[in-house]
């Protein structure tokens, strides 16, 4: 990596594999402001014997690159910095790696079937949402393919300069991002290539924003160090604010151990309320790598709700063999034999150029990073976490009922996932017998209505539901009021009166909330009748 020696070392218990003689140090915030300071308090912490030099500027929230002699013990300085109350954590600059060794799988023609759009029902859900611009995809990579002095987009998909924009470059500082890989290339093909341009492949978002940061080198594997994620992360962030658009960040990379500055990458994008899709890895059931692990705490709950963890399936619905699997697995998504994007010149990592097919976790979470860019493109003022939810429920179940250490909570379907849920129904109108309060006041106003009846028609009988002999009493909604139980008329008919005696249990109860006294409630109606009020 730019002529840094990568080294393994065991540290806190955990063997990492980090570039040798660096430091991540997170030091207080009012300290960081000051470049002068931070040398001095490192200065009074290590020694004079313990030679150092700052290598990347510590940032706002204090988090900045140190490097020392490469013959010292990490470990011990990490110890002696941690006493101190002005660190709050050092650790090593962590290696991370794209998901799994590329790998080129014999393809068909420029325009073979993309099975896995299919599988996804892609199409139908173009005819609800082909994307929008006000969502931006960070694509945190090996960059994109570019040509020329000054180099700009050569891909004939990927090269709107309206939704294609370039940010740092993490690995060779001040250079442009090119993919000299290819994976960065396939996995922006993937999330959002041009589509319905009758060229090439389609992406999954046609319309949204591209930001592309290189935090892989060009080597076979794509080597990269977990600070260069972190800034690449909040580079995006700024971006994206910069525009007031929302955020999805696709990592399709990671490592096996958990960092502290993987933290400060999710706190981060939490912050800003953005999302950030990350690849389970390709170790054929190892772990779930970091950052996608800290998706889920191993007790289940949620642990950061901004991230989804992403596995990969097959054309059969089947957990890809290479596969990580774990509980922190949210979702799943076509990973295998995925054709798209390559650069349009050779790379290290691909015999092919133009187009191709590769397999992966990291083909997989594109996939979910474009799902859902399409869901906020719909619904943009959801919440990071809500999308998430929404992956989750709207997933095709597989496996094992519910969620699993395999699928997570299932396969992406982008179809049902851009459906906006209904609200649920409104609760039904109270039932007026469910309250005894209000059942007290009826059976009040009833038996005055039997005095009130028993007056009128004195050969008859009535009971306490208004039976009487020799007529009938039905029930009908009352017009003039909206619906609801205690908008009925009460008719009641006898056969020797063509008149109809009605209330209202509306009129009543609010007569009664009011205060009244029972007497004056009865409101029943009949000309000349001395009971009745």
């Known amino acids: 990596m730019n002529g840094m020696r990568i080294v393994k070392i065991l540290f806190k218990g955990q063997t990492r594999e980090c570039i040798e003689g660096q430091l991540i140090v997170k030091v207080k915030p009012d300290i960081a402001k000051d470049v002068n300071h931070i040398n001095q308090v490192l200065s009074s912490i290590l020694g004079s014997k313990v030679s150092f030099r700052v290598v990347e500027q510590f940032d706002e929230n204090g988090i900045g690159l140190v490097e020392f002699g490469k013959d010292r013990d990490i470990g011990s300085i990490v110890e002696t910095l941690e006493k101190s109350p002005d660190i709050l954590y050092a650790e090593p600059n962590d290696i991370t790696r794209i998901s799994g060794t590329p790998s080129v799988a014999p ?80 996995v922006a093909g993937i999330a959002a290539a041009e589509g319905n341009n009758g060229t090439g492949i389609s992406g999954i978002n046609w319309r949204c924003r591209v930001f592309a940061c290189k935090v892989f080198d060009d080597s076979p594997v794509g080597n990269g160090s977990v600070l260069g994620v972190y800034r690449a992360a909040q580079e995006s962030i700024n971006f994206a604010r910069s525009i007031g658009a929302r955020l999805v960040i696709n990592y399709s990379g990671g490592g096996t151990a958990y960092a502290a500055t993987y933290e400060e990458i999710a706190r981060s994008v939490q912050s800003a309320g953005a999302l950030l899709c990350a690849a389970a890895g390709n170790d054929y059931g190892g772990p779930v790598h970091y950052p996608a692990a800290l998706s889920t705490r191993p ?98 179940d597989l496996g094992m009922p519910g969620r699993d250490t395999l699928f997570g909570f299932g396969r992406v379907n982008a179809f049902a996932a851009v459906q906006p849920i209904p609200a649920p129904p409104p609760p039904p109108p109270p ?103």
């Open 107 to 186: 393809s068909d023609p420029l325009f073979p079937q993309q099975w896995s759009l299919l599988t996804i029902q892609a199409p139908a859900t173009w005819a609800l949402t082909q994307g929008s611009s006000n969502v931006v995809i960070a694509v945190l990579d090996t960059g994109l393919p570019m040509a020329g002095n000054p180099p700009v987009f050569s891909h004939e998909d990927l090269n709107d300069p309206l939704r294609f924009f370039l940010g740092g470059n993490y690995i060779s500082p001040g250079t442009p991002p090119i993919d000299r890989q290819g994976h960065g290339t396939h």
């Open 299 to 396: 007790d289940g709950s949620v642990w950061y709700p901004n991230i989804i963890a992403v596995s990969a399936t097959t054309r059969g619905d089947e957990l890809a063999a290479f596969s990580n699997r774990g509980g922190q697995i949210n979702v799943s998504a076509p990973g295998d034999d995925i054709l798209s994007t390559f650069p349009n010149y050779p790379v290290s990592g691909t015999a092919s150029t133009n187009y191709g097919v590769l397999s992966g976790t990291s083909m997989a979470t594109p996939i979910v990073s474009g799902v859902a860019s399409l869901v906020w493109s719909r619904e943009p003022n959801l919440a990071a976490s809500q999308v998430r939810e929404r992956l989750q429920a709207t997933a095709v």
């Open 431 to 533: 039932d007026p017998w469910a309250d005894p309060v209000v059942r007290q006041w009826i059976d009040e106003w009833l038996r005055q209505q039997d005095r009130c009846v028993k007056q009128l028609f004195p050969m008859c009988y009535v009971d306490r539901w208004g039976r009487m002999c020799g007529g009938h009493i039905s029930c009908s909604p009352n017009p003039d009021h909206p619906p609801g139980w205690d908008n009925y008329h009460y008719l009641w008919h006898h056969n020797w009166c063509p008149k109809y005696y009605s209330f209202t249990v509306r009129g009543y109860v609010e007569r009664r909330r009011r205060g009244e006294s029972p007497e004056s409630l009865a409101r029943c109606k009949k000309e000349g009748a001395p009971c009745l009020g």
